[in-house]
């Protein structure tokens, strides 16, 4: 009784006509042939007639289409890729990590200079208040001394034209040109009362007039002075300028 195992022939029909696997030559296949072969001859049993094609051993290696002469450098060609993959996923980490570290400097110098203009605006802001208390603490012991800041102001005196004259510093043309266009209007009265108008006082100002001299109506004549000097400096340059306006117009 013959103990072999017989080869059928479609089984190894079937084996030969295994397709191998594509452009994949890995070392690792090399030894899966190594063992594949020993598995096929224990199988097989060394016994088996010479000369019978049918019962002739397949190469596990050649069934899986892997040379066996498969140099380190197809392994190494099959491992590149993946070497490259993992440098390339490593160099944008790497750049993505100093882009970050980047983006952090750049804030926190932003921040820097924030905080150093705050605080160089706060001390002008200090020094400021403390050059005006220093002011006010000068011109609060400045008044408290004897004999200076405690006097009231002395109130005008004398008659209205010598004031006016006064305020004019002297000259006799302006002042003759004053005293004719005021002794037209009012008489040089400080409560004359225009009954068909606003017009009031010594120079004779309308309630408007009064706004643009910065000066309240008043029925104070030396006041009254004041606020007509300033309305015809303004608008006439010179009292004479305002008389020679009166007389072509009939107002100034």
Request: a negative charge.
């Amino acid at each position: 009784m013959n103990l072999r195992t017989p080869v059928l022939p479609h089984a190894r029909s079937s084996r030969r006509k295994r397709p191998p696997l594509p452009g994949r030559r890995p070392a690792l296949y090399l030894g899966t042939a190594a063992v594949g072969a020993v598995l096929i001859g224990s199988l097989t049993g060394a016994g088996a007639p010479a000369g019978n094609p049918d019962l002739e051993s397949v190469s596990v290696a050649a069934q899986l289409g892997v040379s066996a002469e498969a140099s380190p450098a197809e392994a190494a060609d099959a491992v590149a890729p993946l070497e490259q993959l993992v440098a390339s996923r490593s160099e944008r980490d790497a750049a993505q990590s100093a882009a970050a570290q980047a983006q952090q400097a750049a804030d926190q110098a932003e921040l820097d200079r924030r905080a150093a203009e705050e605080a160089a605006a706060k001390a002008a802001a200090d020094e400021a208040a403390r050059v005006e208390a220093a002011r006010a603490a000068e011109a609060a012991a400045a008044s408290a001394r004897p004999g200076q800041g405690t006097s009231a102001p002395v109130a005008p005196s004398g008659s209205y034209q010598d004031y006016a004259m006064g305020k004019l510093g002297g000259s006799g043309s302006e002042f003759t040109c004053l005293e004719n266009l005021w002794g037209k209007e009012s008489g040089w009265n400080p409560n004359a009362q225009n009954p068909s108008s606003t017009a009031y006082g010594i120079a004779q100002f309308l309630d408007s007039t009064w706004a643009g001299t910065g000066i309240a109506k008043t029925s104070d004549g030396y006041r009254q002075i004041d606020a007509g000097l300033i309305y015809i400096e303004k608008r006439f340059g010179s009292p004479c300028g305002a008389w020679s306006h009166s007389q072509a117009n009939g107002w100034y």
